[in-house]
């Protein structure tokens, strides 16, 4: 029989899990759509233009994550004043950023083009799918502080719901655009912008009818001195803290690269693992969020341990049944993802490492939702720090010695050290 706490968790982790499933299919529809226009071009500018937005709003993933901190703790103080206040104060930077983005869109277009390389043919496409997606940045980075708002407030389906509405809008609309009116990329572009302003609009909406907003909050208490300090001192926190991130995963892919196109096949094919284990992980980070949050606004604290050792519970359990299915059926999941033999057999040699990876990471993403509810992002951003220079070292160490074998092990000392750094410094500081 599952207890209060199970449920709590369970009811929150498993709207977010679906959600960050079906979040990439706004991508992958796409590419489904251009994939039958009958030229390759198509394609390769959709994947482009689809990096570029992907680097460029994992840079504001801190909008989700620090709005979702604050408003835990909000929602556990009963403070209505201030749950609205941090959605104003989100939605405002929401929009700064945004209009900075579209200010700078030819800049920044110019430049991720040049480092990506693209073909001829492909930069005309790409830069075309680019210029009409940036008019969608407003609602995407709306959408984030929306996310964080409603988990904050212990409520993962709104943004489960919503995110279903978006992928069906970019359907129904990309399909009516291109196969009816015959617009190609412009129609997929478009379609997909139609769904992230649909996204937001529903956020919007649902946060004026099933709450009543406070209209009184005026700027004085969303900007205040105390307030606004604080929330850029942990959105920074999480800023740097994806830098590392992201350096850390283009080196995993460079280094794949230089290697030679088989290890970097080889490679992309045995990360979606860790994709795919990232998805339900995230879900119960997000189900830590906010119920921490709330308990360090309630200033319960038996509550906190009591959540802390269940989410861990739970991340032990995923970890173990992620390890037995990847051990028990590795080779028929490959198969699913790539029809060539050669990707398949040479993956083999580096499959083991797949295998133990959710053991080893689930800690990392446990103490990250924690840490978020908490809003403990100087803990996450030093263990970030220690990690990144153990996967740097580690790497430089091992893989003169080991090749692929020793990126991995480098990957996965800079999982395992996220875990252990975080446990540590929840033990002696708190």
């Known amino acids: 029989m599952f207890k209060r706490s199970d449920r709590e968790i369970l009811a929150l982790a498993i709207p977010s899990i679906i959600t960050n499933i079906t979040t990439p299919l706004l991508s992958l529809m796409d590419v489904v759509i251009v994939g039958h226009m009958g030229d390759a071009s198509y394609i390769a500018a959709i994947a482009v233009g689809g990096t570029m937005f992907n680097m460029l709003y994992w840079l504001f993933g801190f909008l989700r994550m620090g709005t979702s901190g604050f408003t835990a703790q909000a929602n556990g103080a009963r403070d209505d004043m201030a749950l609205w206040a941090i959605l104003y104060r989100g939605a ?8 900075v983005l579209i200010a700078f869109s030819s800049v920044i277009a110019g430049v991720s083009l040049s480092l990506m ?9 790409a830069a075309q799918y680019f210029n009409i997606l940036i008019w969608g940045s407003p609602a995407v980075l709306l959408t984030y502080a929306f996310s964080g708002w409603f988990l904050g407030r212990k409520d993962s389906r709104t943004p489960m719901w919503i995110s279903l509405v978006i992928n069906l809008t970019n ?8 196969m009816g009116f015959g617009w190609k990329i412009t ?14 609009l ?50 995993f892919t460079r280094t794949g690269a230089r290697q030679d196109t088989l290890i970097l ?70 198969n699913l993802l790539t029809d060539s033999g050669d990707v398949v057999k040479a993956s083999g040699e580096y499959y083991h490492w797949v295998v133990i990876l959710p053991l080893v990471s689930f800690a990392a993403f446990t103490w990250d939702g924690i840490c978020i509810g908490m809003t403990a992002t100087g803990w996450m951003l030093l263990s970030m720090l220690t990690a990144t220079a153990v996967y740097f070292g580690v790497y430089l160490l091992c893989f003169p010695l080991m090749g692929n074998h020793g ?16 446990t540590i410094l929840y033990k002696t500081r708190l």
């Open 117 to 125: 390389d693209a073909g001829a043919d492909v930069k005309p496409l």
């Open 187 to 200: 129609g997929v572009a478009t379609g997909t912008l139609v769904a992230q302003w649909t996204g937001a």
């Open 92 to 99: 405002f930077i929401s929009l700064v950023a945004s209009a």
């Open 171 to 178: 359907i129904a609309v990309s399909l009516m655009l291109v």
């Open 202 to 251: 529903c956020f919007i909406a649902c946060a004026c009818l099933r709450y009543r907003p406070v209209a009184a909050t005026g700027w004085r208490m969303i900007f205040r001195g105390g307030a606004i300090g604080r929330f850029f001192k942990v959105n920074i926190d999480i800023f740097l803290r994806t830098l590392c991130l992201i350096a850390v995963t283009v080196w």
């Open 265 to 334: 096949a080889v490679n992309t094919l045995l990360m979606q693992f860790f994709v795919m284990f990232s998805y339900f992980m995230d879900g119960f980070a997000y189900a830590g969020e906010s119920l921490c949050g709330n308990m360090i606004g309630a200033a319960d604290h038996d509550g906190l341990r009591r959540s802390i050792r269940t989410l861990f519970k739970w991340g032990a359990l995923t970890a173990i049944l992620f390890t037995l299915v990847y051990a028990a059926g590795g080779t028929t999941v490959m």
């Open 407 to 422: 990126l991995w092990i480098a990957f996965l000392s800079y999982l395992a050290i996220r875990g252990v750094m975080l």
